[in-house]
């Protein structure tokens, strides 16, 4: 299983650039690693996902070392409304048994 | 696209009484469909996972006949809560795997359950 840790909550400041680590040490061949952002009451909601080196998307960018047992969403210049939760989730969908969510990271953006 | 839905948003029943849950994969096709429960403060916590046609497979400590678990047809799948209890209250979110364009599963916007 390639159990993930994050930090359990970061804060930062609106326009600022956050950058949020996920550890899973026994990341598998097959396993991508996915990133998740939840607002109370709502279900998550899929921000990126990558396999290797650099993702980037309209959102967010995720970076994933060579040796692929860490992974950083970074996001740019966040604002109030990016105050959530965001998990980060490694697995491979043909294999559920992988499917297991972290505590995940409370981020809380300030004015 | 990806979009998944789920029905109701919210729900209070009587305690003893069954409530059903709908989960819609609106523009792609589901040939996965998961289900997760979700307590105040805590992470998202896997009960089952259903195929299109075939039985769900329930997690660990889930009881399938309180959890019963339908996926009839590639858009479709329904979480019944038979003779539910207040401890059953909580937030249930369905995601949905398939024929997207990206190898991971889509979320509904799930269904807060209060059972008094």
């Known amino acids: 299983l390639a159990k993930t840790t994050q930090p359990i909550s970061m804060d930062s400041y609106e326009g600022q650039e956050v950058n949020i680590t996920c550890s899973h040490n026994?990341?598998?061949?097959?396993?991508?690693i996915t990133w998740y952002q939840q607002f109370p009451s709502q279900g998550p909601r899929f921000i990126i996902q990558?396999?290797?080196t650099k993702v980037t998307n309209e959102v967010a960018s995720l970076f994933i070392p060579a040796d692929r047992k860490s992974s950083t969403l970074s996001l740019p210049r966040v604002s109030l409304s990016d105050t959530a939760v965001y998990y980060c989730?490694?697995?491979?969908?043909?294999?559920?048994?992988?499917?297991?969510f972290g505590t995940g990271t409370r981020l809380q953006v300030f004015p | 696209g990806a979009v998944v839905s789920q029905h109701p948003s919210w729900v209070i029943c009587k305690s003893g009484t069954s409530v059903k849950i709908e989960c819609r994969s609106l523009?792609?096709?589901?040939?996965?469909m998961f289900w997760y429960r979700q307590f105040p403060k805590q992470s998202l916590m896997l009960m089952a996972t259903?195929?299109?046609?075939?039985?769900?497979?329930?997690e660990q400590g889930v009881e399938k006949d309180k959890f019963l678990i339908n996926h009839a047809s590639l858009t479709l799948s329904t979480l019944t809560v038979t003779s539910a209890h207040p401890e059953d209250s909580s937030f249930y979110i369905c995601?949905?795997?398939?024929?997207?364009?990206?190898?991971?599963?889509?979320f509904g916007p799930g269904t807060r359950l209060t059972v008094l």
């Open positions: 995601s949905a795997y398939g024929t997207s364009s990206t190898d991971t599963q889509y």
């Open positions: 026994n990341i598998a061949t097959n396993d991508y």
């Open positions: 990558g396999y290797k």
């Open positions: 989730l490694v697995g491979d969908m043909r294999d559920t048994d992988k499917l297991i």
């Open positions: 523009d792609f096709q589901a040939t996965t």
């Open positions: 259903s195929n299109e046609g075939s039985k769900a497979t329930y």
